[in-house]
């Protein structure tokens, strides 16, 4: 946990893909610092897998572990590329707690291919996860954070610093647009002091995903706490201010006095700024 970790008691948060990985830490990490949240994703135990279905994790799981730390959880099945069901799980989420102040957006479909290789079904799953999934749920919220005090909208996605990313094209094109649509939203909701953000890890980070894709080994990885600690820091500061960023984990927590990340780390030694440089070639650490 950061520093001063921020008192969330008695706020909630509406976080996508909770399953596993950042967006399960992310919902447990607000929770220990007394946040409601609302966990969303595709997988439910509601669902009949069948008996060779190995669930590594669900949004009732994720729920009650938030519930074992004290505030309470809804789980809400959710597909973030159906505006019925992004519009409906919003205000499920909004009846059922009065107000969210938190959203955050965290579901992603992740595949590293060029342009040749990506069969077109794949490329309209990640446009349609990551940066149609953030539109939705961003609009979905729009009119309710503009109400209340101490809002947020944050966003997992890179800082855009490139017009081209040869060999992983597709995949850059659309973690890409959901930081511009969020960092865009800065703009829009300026008047209403919502805080939009997005938050990006400097090195890769141990999920399913990495580990599936094959995206490096342990020695490159850290654990996905370093992310969930980047977004209590973000939280902790003034929403009205705080407002139009793309942070990277290290940059926010270096900020807050934190400048040994070997706790975070899979292995000894400091894994490279992988994920970094996915999106910026040049990006070198401090």
């Not at 400048?259 to 990006?283: I, Q």
Request: proline share 6%.
């Amino acid at each position: 946990m950061t520093p001063d970790a921020p008192d969330l008691s008695g706020q909630t948060a509406f976080i996508t893909g909770t399953t596993r990985g950042i967006g399960k830490e992310i919902a447990l990490a607000l929770a220990d610092c007394g946040c409601n949240v609302v966990s969303t994703g595709k997988t439910s135990e509601e669902d009949d897998y069948g008996d060779d279905q190995d669930l590594e994790g669900t949004i009732e799981q994720t729920a009650r572990e938030v519930r074992e730390r004290g505030p309470e959880a809804l789980a809400v099945q959710l597909n973030v590329r159906d505006p019925e069901q992004v519009e409906g799980a919003a205000q499920q989420a909004i009846d059922h707690f009065g107000e969210v102040n938190i959203v955050i957006n965290n579901a992603s479909a992740i595949q590293i291919a060029n342009v040749e290789e990506l069969p077109a079904n794949r490329f309209d799953l990640m446009t349609d996860v990551n940066v149609r999934g953030t539109y939705l749920v961003a609009r979905a919220f729009m009119d309710h954070l503009k109400e209340i005090d101490d809002a947020w909208l944050l966003t997992n996605a890179p800082p855009v610093a490139i017009d081209r990313a040869p060999g992983k094209a597709p995949y850059s094109w659309s973690k890409m647009g959901m930081s511009f649509i969020t960092l865009s939203l800065a703009q829009e909701l300026g008047g209403h002091d919502v805080g939009c953000n997005s938050f990006w890890p400097v090195t890769a980070i141990d999920t399913r995903a990495t580990r599936y894709f094959g995206l490096g080994t342990e020695d490159d990885w850290r654990s996905p706490d370093i992310v969930s600690d980047a977004v209590l820091e973000i939280l902790k500061r003034d929403p009205a201010d705080y407002t139009g960023n793309a942070v990277y984990d290290e940059e926010i927590l270096r900020e807050a006095g934190v400048d040994d990340f070997a706790a975070y780390n899979l292995t000894e030694g400091d894994p490279s700024p992988m994920s970094a440089r996915m999106f910026d070639p040049e990006f070198e650490r401090p």
